[in-house]
């Protein structure tokens, strides 16, 4: 019998794949004997996390230097991966992330929102998982097979102060799900699945300092999560590794267009 949740030597690429959530999920995925394309930046970041996951285990790791905003290049590292790695089972979109000019301070209202700012958050968050998206999910069309994951937020459903631009395009990451799961399923073929993750909180280079002050103790704003998550804790990376790997495993053959809470229980309390 065929095993459900079978990964091995599966390949999936990584936008954002050296960030605080990709380099736990790559990690994951290479000890699952499986391969991972990163896309990131930074060769040199990129780099030192190839040699990092081809010590866990070897050749399990190819790197592309690109800026998940600009078409252009994504089109040609598209071709580079088609040519030089063949098929891929899975992308998931973990680019993104908030700049500190769109976020609101406490004693801010949205009178003195950095309008700049929070379009270049808008655009990253919801077309830095839309531009992937659609360039690699060509790949997948020719294959016809694919499972792509984006990464949604708690800021996606309901208002989280401070930081309207990233909820925004959170929000829009979501429709997005629902929309080219429906493309995909409808036009092309059952075997492309879009699915979305959206963690609670897990501390991370972009809300450390949201969360935390300078000696590790929590912010009021991180006091407040806590208050709202049952589970009165952050998030540890490794504890979006069961779900990632669900939704690129064949276990998840009849979902798609889903957006999955992986949040301590915060989006199902109330506060009261
Ligand atoms: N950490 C959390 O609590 C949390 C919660 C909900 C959602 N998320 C989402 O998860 C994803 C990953 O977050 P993280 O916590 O690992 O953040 P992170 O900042 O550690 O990682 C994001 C990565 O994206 C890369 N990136 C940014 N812009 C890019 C661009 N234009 N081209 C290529 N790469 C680019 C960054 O260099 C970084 O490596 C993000 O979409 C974030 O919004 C995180």
């Not at 991966?81 to 680019?95: F, K, P």
Request: no cysteine; aromatic share 8%; charged share 20%.
């Amino acid at each position: 019998m065929s095993d459900l949740f079978s990964i091995k030597n599966k390949r999936f690429v990584l936008s954002g794949g050296t960030g605080v959530l990709g380099s736990s999920i790559a990690k994951y995925l290479v000890q699952q004997q499986a391969k991972v394309v990163l896309l990131g930046r930074s060769i040199d970041t990129l780099k030192a996390k190839q040699n990092e996951l081809n010590a866990l285990t070897e050749n399990s790791t190819h790197i592309f230097s690109v800026d998940i905003m600009d078409e252009a290049a994504l089109r040609k590292v598209r071709d580079a991966i088609s040519q030089e790695i063949g098929t891929i089972d899975g992308l998931v979109n973990l680019a993104g992330g908030n700049i500190p000019g769109a976020t609101l301070q406490p004693d801010q209202s949205i009178f003195d929102i950095q309008t700049d700012d929070t379009r270049k958050v808008v655009d990253l968050n919801l077309f830095g998982t839309v531009l992937p998206t659609i360039i690699l999910s060509e790949l997948m069309v020719q294959q016809n097979f694919g499972a792509v994951i984006n990464i949604s937020s708690m800021a996606s459903k309901q208002s989280l102060s401070r930081i309207l631009g990233y909820s925004m395009a959170k929000a829009g990451v979501d429709i997005f799900t629902k929309w080219m799961a429906n493309e995909m399923a409808s036009k092309f073929t059952d075997k492309i699945r879009v699915n979305a993750i959206a963690p609670g909180f897990f501390i991370s280079n972009q809300n450390k300092k949201l969360l935390t002050n300078k000696d590790g103790s929590y912010t009021e704003r991180g006091h407040d999560i806590i208050k709202n998550t049952p589970m009165a804790r952050f998030g540890d990376a490794s504890e979006l590794n069961g779900m990632v790997h669900y939704l690129l495993s064949d276990a998840s053959s009849f979902v798609t267009g889903s957006i999955f809470e992986v949040d301590g229980g915060f989006s199902s309390f109330s506060g009261v």
